[in-house]
């Protein structure tokens, strides 16, 4: 289990950072939970070491963009692919109740676990009735 | 003699069209390329002495994998857990697109290969077999006398 937390730009910088055109990528499938409390996302990215995965909160935009390290011996030919590129990526619209300060997340056995809570004014609140 | 009517400039432009179309749909032929093709996702490639599998099974418990040579037949085994909550009235699921439940996938093997060098490891997600081929298969340098 792997613990970090993402990286924050602000807005303004966005723009710079995007390289000038971007390579096609493999698509990772996801799940995405919502409780009361906040959303959980799942995503497959088998083969991606922790320190390949570039994991941001850009404004209202969550992206996950991920290399594949996989330890090939050398001179290896390949004969047969299924993942046939090295990169990942997949980029979500964070919706406004959620907290984006407060991502976390956890990578484990190629599986990436995003949790995004709702900001304390979106959570459920039960009001209790005063009898007089 | 194909490729000689062709500039090979013009191959590089078709990729290089291709690849900008991916990235402008952001969606290529292979872009779905684990899931659509069956999970796990298999690569498999050789060097002169090894074949070497891929399996990409994120999210497994590699002691519940089972993997078995059967006259050059490999087969991997296994199940993958639903990592998600039991649904109850207070979560919804938006979008539920990864694998889950048992899956069984099967390689067919050069004749070469030596039943009894077989190495299997599990290491972010990916689970790797490598089968080493069988000594007297390996090119050899013959010395001339």
């Not at chain 1, 919706?95 to 709702?118: F, N, Q």
């Not at chain 2, 900008?20 to 690569?43: C, E, H, V």
């Amino acid at each position: 289990m792997n613990d970090m937390t993402p990286s924050q730009t602000s807005a303004a910088t966005r723009e710079e950072n995007k390289p000038a055109r971007q390579d096609a990528a493999l698509l990772p499938p996801v799940d995405v939970v919502e409780d009361t409390t906040g959303i959980t996302l799942y995503a497959d990215l088998p083969g991606v070491p922790r320190d390949k995965l570039d994991l941001r909160v850009e404004g209202d935009q969550l992206n996950i963009e991920a290399e594949l390290a996989l330890p090939v011996p050398q001179g290896m030919t390949p004969s047969h692919a299924e993942v046939s590129r090295s990169r990942y990526r997949r980029a979500f619209t964070l919706s406004k109740e959620l907290d984006p300060e407060k991502v976390s997340a956890e990578l484990s056995h190629g599986v990436l676990r995003v949790r995004i809570p709702k900001a304390e004014h979106a959570q459920p609140r039960k009001i209790t009735v005063q009898v007089r | 003699m194909y490729r000689s009517l062709f500039p090979s400039d013009v191959f590089a432009e078709l990729d290089r069209l291709q690849r900008d179309m991916g990235t402008l749909f952001d969606y290529s032929p292979s872009i779905r390329g684990i899931g659509r093709g069956g999970y796990p996702a298999l690569n498999v490639g050789s060097t002169p002495t090894s074949v070497e599998i891929y399996a990409f099974a994120p999210g497994i418990d590699p002691a519940a994998v089972e993997i078995n040579l059967d006259r050059g037949v490999l087969t991997i085994d296994g199940e993958r857990k639903p990592s998600l909550p039991a649904g109850d009235e207070k979560t919804t699921l938006h979008l539920n697109e990864r694998f889950d439940g048992r899956f069984r996938r099967v390689v067919s093997l050069p004749d070469d290969i030596d039943p009894a060098s077989v190495t299997a490891d599990y290491r972010d997600g990916v689970l790797h077999v490598s089968v080493k081929r069988r000594e007297s298969a390996q090119p050899r340098r013959v010395e001339v006398q």
